[in-house]
């Protein structure tokens, strides 16, 4: 969990013409947009008060702090002001999901870190392990290979990393670190974890 910022100071807001602001909530640990939302001058400072994100609702026309009904609260972590200073970011951390639909976000995402390309890679690894032919992917005739030759193929790897680091070819060590990162996505796959319980762990030792 993220160290929470000073939540007191009233910020320089440029209101539209209507008295709102628009406010993009986000969760301060995974950085997924969670929902959009509107606020007034009374919301903003309910909010800081509260340290519960509360908007104006342009439909009901009145304050609503989000899980006054459902429980689910957004508790508060800290809010930026853009360039402009016509746009919030609020950072929280959410109780449950935030979509009134049960999703966790808005757009129908599920709430984890996104580690951008090697997530899109763990994907696909999982897809070749469930679906793919071992005849003719190499990731599923490793899986179906077993445990012993996955992990004899993350030694290897490890010690081609070695090797080149001593040397000074840089293209032989940037591709033989690929090769080892790859087989090792392989690796947590085939033991039931995924990258972000490694994260969690390395954050776990962080003081």
């Known amino acids: 969990m993220r160290k929470q910022e000073s939540k007191t100071k009233i910020m320089n807001i440029k209101y539209d013409a209507h008295g709102l602001v628009p406010a993009i909530i986000q969760d301060a640990n995974t ?13 903003y400072k309910k909010t ?13 026309q009145r304050l609503w702090t989000k899980g006054e009904e ?17 746009t919030l970011l609020i950072q929280v951390n959410p109780v449950g999901p935030t ?8 757009w129908g995402e599920t709430n ?18 469930e679906n793919a032919d071992a005849e003719t992917s190499y990731v599923a005739s490793l899986f179906k290979k077993g445990m012993n030759k ?13 090797i080149e680091a001593k040397d000074n070819n ?9 090769d080892l990162l790859f087989h ?19 954050k776990s030792r962080h003081k």
């Open 170 to 178: 840089e293209d032989l060590f940037l591709n033989e670190s690929a």
């Open 70 to 86: 459902s429980g689910n609260f957004l508790n508060l972590v800290g809010i930026k002001n853009d360039c402009d200073n016509d």
């Open 112 to 129: 984890t870190e996104d580690y951008g390309f090697l997530s899109q890679l763990e994907a696909v690894i999982k897809g070749r392990k």
């Open 31 to 43: 950085q997924k947009v969670l929902m959009l939302g509107y606020m007034n001058e009374e919301a």
């Open 150 to 162: 996955i992990a004899q193929k993350v030694g290897e790897e490890a010690v081609e990393v070695v």
């Open 48 to 60: 800081l008060e509260t340290q519960k994100v509360t908007f104006y609702s342009r439909s009901k």
């Open 184 to 202: 090792y996505l392989i690796l947590l796959q085939a033991k039931g974890y995924k990258l972000n319980d490694i994260v969690n762990v390395l």
């Open 99 to 106: 979509c009134h639909t049960g999703s966790d976000t808005c």
